[in-house]
């Protein structure tokens, strides 16, 4: 079955190669995600949003399954002296996403600074959530850099 979203639409017409992949609708988490695609843990890339201390412009934090996001890190890279994970509800209501199915191909524009974890340029091609609960996407980890101008940089930790 074709999967057609907003993340899918963005892609076709941007003439991205990707393959969509549809799994329960549900919260699966980057683990039960890897486990159903059979794929590696570190291929499998999640969205974190954060939020400023200070005002200013939320941020998406874009990191391996297999690592969690370095808040100090990410507050350096940002020009932050602290960031905070948002809750789910802060989350859902700032992207107007469910969480599991938040996505930066789907914030695209929507006012989130997106920092990718610079590993991700270590891998040929990366699984993000589809925009939606049931929806991965696999697509080629610079083409994920370059449709989110995000900032790649060091912001993991195991």
Excluded at 13 to 41: C, D, H, M, W
Excluded at 68 to 88: D, F, M, P, R, Y
Aim: proline residues 4%.
């Amino acid at each position: 079955m074709m999967i057609a979203n907003n993340v899918t639409r963005l892609l076709d017409n941007r003439k991205i190669n990707y393959k969509a992949f549809e799994l329960p609708r549900q919260k699966l988490g980057a683990e039960g995600t890897a486990s159903l695609l059979n794929v590696p843990l570190s291929i499998i890339f999640k969205s974190i949003v954060v939020e400023r201390v200070t005002p200013g412009k939320p941020i998406l934090a874009v990191v391996p399954g297999d690592k969690e996001v370095n808040l100090k890190a990410l507050a350096k890279v940002v020009g932050e002296k602290k960031v905070i994970a948002a809750t789910q509800k802060n989350a859902e209501r700032l992207t107007k996403l469910q969480a599991g199915g938040i996505s930066p191909l789907a914030l695209i524009n929507r006012g989130f600074e997106i920092i990718i974890d610079d590993s991700v340029l270590d891998q040929e091609t990366v699984h993000i959530s589809g925009g939606e609960l049931g929806v991965n996407i696999r697509l080629r980890s610079q083409d994920l850099v370059d449709l989110t101008r995000a900032a790649a940089a060091k912001i993991s930790r195991e």
